[in-house]
Nanobody, 122 residues
């Protein structure tokens, strides 16, 4: 089970750090990812990280502003979001897939957290 938290309301240019904590599974063998879904839109890929943390992949829209990381000892994955824009407003979800590779395709992931709301005001 995955639980995402850390969302909130922030002004444009601000920062937030999301956390995704796993229970009932050990993340060390899992690829992890963050997705987001704005109202009326499809769920979009944000970032992914492989099991060891030495490989990451980002959507073009967040490159240079967001950073995904993990602490396997704490069974936690993070998404540091800097220089937030109003377009970043969405519900953010974490996802997990037992795999040595990382993926951007949401259909690859089989465990999902409940989502945490991020609202950026301009």
């Amino acid at each position: 089970q995955l639980q995402a938290f850390g969302g909130g309301s922030v002004q444009a240019g601000g920062s937030l750090r999301l956390s995704c904590v796993a229970s009932g599974l050990t993340l060390i063998s899992y690829a992890m990812a963050w997705y987001r879904q704005a109202p009326g839109l499809e769920r979009d890929f944000v970032a992914a990280i492989n099991w060891s943390g030495d490989s990451t992949y980002y959507a073009d829209s967040v490159k240079g502003r967001f950073s995904i990381s993990r602490d396997n000892a704490k069974n936690t994955v993070y998404l540091q979001m800097n220089n937030l824009k109003s377009d970043d407003t969405a519900v953010y979800y974490c996802a997990a897939k037992q795999s040595l590779q990382l993926y951007s395709n949401s259909r690859r992931y089989d465990s999902w957290g409940q989502g945490t709301q991020v609202t950026v005001s301009s």
